[in-house]
């Protein structure tokens, strides 16, 4: 167990709907960090958010949207939602500068 | 931005062989070099890391070097495991509090019995 914690574990939507990710970072840990996992693909960064702000952009939709609030869990909404975004979703966590915890990840079944 | 590729993208190998993984950076200015391990559905877990201060690192059956110079850098697996079997993923952050990593595309490790 990482520490980090995603809810929900899965999610099934129909094309079209909005549904919203949310990821608890460690305890201290500032920094959040969402990706994204398509079958037997690697990992897309999508964005980062540290200490509440966004730190940077990766390759997300214009369709998605994320924010860390000042409890300093986040959340990653997906709108519009197309039968390609159905994928594993990880959120991590770190303090600094070095190791990345990843949460369990949310996997999204769009139908 | 940075640009990390990561090859092969499979590697079969037999049980007690050893297995070597590349990685190759772009920016100059990534110090921080972590291998992930993931396992079928599950999350990625960190299986050692190197700085751009050391250039070999070694834990039991598994090493990381670090070559600056040529910005590469491997991971080396010896006397392999079935449980070994899973995607390796490479990464180069330019370290600093609440920074990027750059993830290459993994490699699919299979340990034969």
């Known amino acids: 167990d990482s520490g980090v914690t995603q809810t929900p574990k899965h999610l099934i939507t129909a094309t079209g709907q909005r549904v919203t990710l949310r990821c608890s970072p460690r305890?201290?840990?500032?920094?959040v960090y969402w990706y994204q996992q398509s079958l037997d693909q690697g990992l897309q960064f999508l964005i980062q958010?540290?200490?509440?702000?966004?730190?940077a952009k990766g390759n997300i939709l214009e369709r998605f949207s994320a924010q860390q609030f000042p409890d300093l869990h986040s959340e990653l909404n997906l709108s519009s939602l197309e039968l390609g975004d159905s994928a594993l979703y990880f959120c991590?966590?770190?303090?600094?500068?070095?190791?990345?915890?990843f949460g369990p990840g949310t996997r999204l079944t769009v139908l | 931005g940075e640009n990390v590729e990561q090859h092969p993208s499979t590697l079969s190998v037999q049980e007690g062989d050893s297995a070597v993984i590349k990685c190759t950076y772009s920016?100059?200015?990534?110090?921080?070099f972590p291998w992930y391990k993931q396992e079928l559905g599950k999350r990625p877990q960190l299986i050692i890391d190197?700085?751009?201060?050391?250039g070999e690192k070694k834990d039991q059956r598994i090493a990381v070097t670090l070559n600056k110079t040529a910005k590469h850098f491997s991971l080396h697996i010896t006397e392999t495991q079935p449980e070994d079997s899973a995607v390796y993923f490479c990464?180069?952050?330019?370290?600093?509090?609440?920074?990027?990593?750059?993830f290459g595309t993994g490699t699919s490790l299979t340990v034969i019995p």
């Open positions: 958010y540290y200490n509440g702000e966004e730190r």
């Open positions: 305890s201290g840990d500032l920094s």
């Open positions: 920016d100059s200015a990534s110090n921080y």
């Open positions: 190197i700085r751009s201060n050391v």
């Open positions: 990464a180069a952050s330019i370290g600093f509090a609440g920074n990027q990593f750059y």
């Open positions: 991590a966590s770190s303090v600094g500068d070095d190791e990345q915890f």
